[in-house]
């Protein structure tokens, strides 16, 4: 159980172009996914959290013009990024907690297997 | 800012308990220690999680300084499909995860 998926696995695009990455729950419902940008060889770098019917909270210095998210469902979230250019280019992770879950899996959240964008 | 800071990088030899530690300066006190391990281009995998007590599970063990500043991630008997790149992290039950910067252990046959 609490499985998360994402689509597209990579994508290349061109400079100035717009591109949608979703994140699914499978299994569960999540009321809440968080999305993480990761440069080569770095740490995962939280972006926002995305709140199901509601806006997405996003942290300091990630511009929520350039990366829109919407939460629409239970099971989906969407990472838009706008008018994308080669320092876009990222791996994208996406990661939802399952708040019926109990025990220790209360607190765990599970992510998705990322996004590889690539920008030319 | 958090301060969550991991060695970058450790080598063990296969069959061997491995030790890795991480330092919470800034954690706060309703924040949960989580561990999870990456493997090249895929999502980070949970391994553990805990909040002031020593934990197990059936992938490794968890122990928590008395204080709360420091973690230490053990893996009782290394294998080669242990070698990751492992990140602890902190956050609450309904609150964002925060990552150290994560190191990557080698394990050598």
């Known amino acids: 159980g609490a499985v998360v998926s994402q689509h597209p696995s990579r994508v290349i695009c061109k400079s100035g172009t717009s591109v949608k990455i979703e994140c699914r729950s499978l299994?569960?419902?999540?009321?809440?996914m968080f999305w993480y940008r990761q440069f080569p060889k770095k740490s995962l770098m939280l972006m926002a959290t995305s709140n199901e019917g509601s806006k997405a909270t996003y942290e300091q210095g990630v511009e929520k013009d350039k990366f829109l998210i919407n939460h629409a469902s239970l099971t989906l979230s969407t990472l838009t990024v706008t008018s994308a250019h080669p320092e876009d280019s990222s791996f994208y992770i996406c990661?939802?907690?399952?708040?019926?879950?109990?025990?220790?899996?209360?607190?765990?959240?599970?992510f998705g297997p990322g996004t590889r964008l690539l920008v030319l | 800012d958090a301060k969550t800071t991991q060695p970058n990088s450790m080598e063990s030899n296969e069959e061997e308990p491995v030790h890795l530690p991480c330092n919470h300066s800034?954690?706060?006190?309703?924040?949960?220690i989580h561990w999870y391990r990456q493997l090249p281009s895929q999502g980070p995998e949970y391994v553990i999680h805990g909040l002031t007590s020593n934990v197990n599970n059936r992938m490794a063990s968890l122990a928590i300084a008395e204080d709360r500043k420091s973690s230490t991630l053990i893996l009782h008997r290394a294998t080669l499909r242990d070698a990751a790149v492992y990140y602890c992290?902190?956050?609450?039950?309904?609150?964002?995860?925060?990552f150290g910067t994560g190191t990557l252990l080698a394990v050598q046959p």
């Open positions: 800034t954690i706060s006190g309703t924040d949960y």
């Open positions: 992290a902190e956050g609450g039950a309904t609150n964002k995860l925060i």
């Open positions: 990661s939802a907690r399952d708040p019926l879950a109990g025990g220790p899996r209360q607190e765990t959240q599970y």
């Open positions: 299994d569960f419902q999540a009321t809440t």
